[in-house]
């Protein structure tokens, strides 16, 4: 494991000042290395501290949970301001954490620590953001997603939120259609050239919806993923036509989907009031979810999104399905 020099707790007195001195120990030994271990080997002494540092900020026995408060409060080494102190629990360097996670993003630990921290800790929110390398934390999150069938279901769903997280932040959606990619090994669909962290993100986001109407069917993993693509519809600049294309196509599988329940709920009610299946219901939601992100957004934001509106005009008329 890698120990961070210059860590230090800052003194708020007493058993706070204790708190915060074993949470900055902790969070020091976290941090592992900025390179991934080589194959077979590990970082016993950082994953254990990880461990016991997330069982000692989840404990919620008591009121308050004073390991929980620290995780809130701690702040920058190098970023600290004069007359901040009062208000942080201990600093810590934070490129050194953001490091860490980016190089063991597929570790389970490392996926609810940085939920927790984008989650708790509103300095490290930003500092994340404001990264011009986000790349390198995004894409460890996105091929979680991408093999999610090889993966457990409560680390896809945490990957997900994370993801849902980050689409909520305007910054982010735009910075993302702003950073050229290098080729993704990991993404075998297709070879994409010059495709940015938006487009990849988009098309996992996709894959994962398509996935989880063939197999898993879970409605909480569906409206989520279109969720974040309609909390990034809004800043949907140049995408690629590939992506383009996989959008539309989603849209027209969802459509199909929708006309197909239809017909087989007037079959089944002839004419009564039908007792409305749960599946309908989010099968119309996700369909009016991604008609906002084309109509809104593909249609209505010309400039920029030529690929959209190009295949978006091959569509039929998109409210048919609707009518029930």
Not at 30 to 39: L, N, V, Y
Not at 43 to 68: D, G
Not at 88 to 111: E, H, T
Not at 162 to 182: A, G, P, R, T
């Amino acid at each position: 494991s890698r120990d961070m020099s210059g860590v230090n707790g800052k003194i708020s007195g007493g058993f706070l000042s204790s708190i915060g001195s074993a949470a900055s120990s902790l969070l020091s030994m976290i941090t592992w290395s900025k390179k991934a271990p080589p194959k077979g080997k590990e970082f016993p002494l950082a994953e254990q501290s990880l461990l016991l540092f997330l069982v000692l900020t989840n404990q919620h026995a008591a009121q308050n949970n004073p390991y929980r408060s620290a995780l809130k409060h701690f702040a920058d080494l190098r970023g600290q301001v004069q007359g901040q102190e009062a208000d942080v629990s201990f600093v810590i360097q934070l490129d050194q954490l953001y490091f860490g996670l980016c190089s063991n993003m597929g570790q389970d630990q490392a996926v609810l620590l940085l939920y927790m921290l984008l989650h708790e800790n509103s300095g490290m929110s930003a500092f994340i953001f404001s990264r011009s390398d986000i790349e390198n934390l995004v894409l460890p999150v996105l091929k979680l997603l991408y093999t999610a069938e090889e993966r457990n279901s409560h680390l896809v769903y945490m990957a997900l939120i994370i993801l849902l997280m980050f689409s909520q932040d305007d910054s982010f959606n735009k910075s993302i259609h702003e950073i050229v990619l290098k080729p993704v090994t990991w993404y075998t669909e297709r070879s994409l050239s010059r495709i940015t962290l938006g487009d990849l993100l988009v098309l996992v986001l996709i894959r994962t919806i398509q996935y989880n109407i063939a197999t898993v069917r879970d409605k909480y993993l569906h409206t989520n993923c279109l969720a974040a693509l309609a909390n990034m519809s809004s800043s949907f600049q140049q995408l690629h036509q590939y992506v383009a294309q996989r959008v539309v196509s989603l849209f027209g599988l969802l459509a199909k989907k929708h006309t197909k329940m239809n017909d087989a709920m007037r079959k089944v009610t002839k004419g009564d009031v039908p007792d409305v299946p749960e599946e309908y219901v989010v099968q119309k939601m996700s369909y009016l979810c991604l008609f906002y992100v084309l109509d809104k957004r593909f249609a209505h934001r010309r400039r920029g999104n030529e690929n959209g509106i190009r295949n978006h005009q091959f569509l039929p008329d998109p409210l048919t399905p609707l009518e029930s």
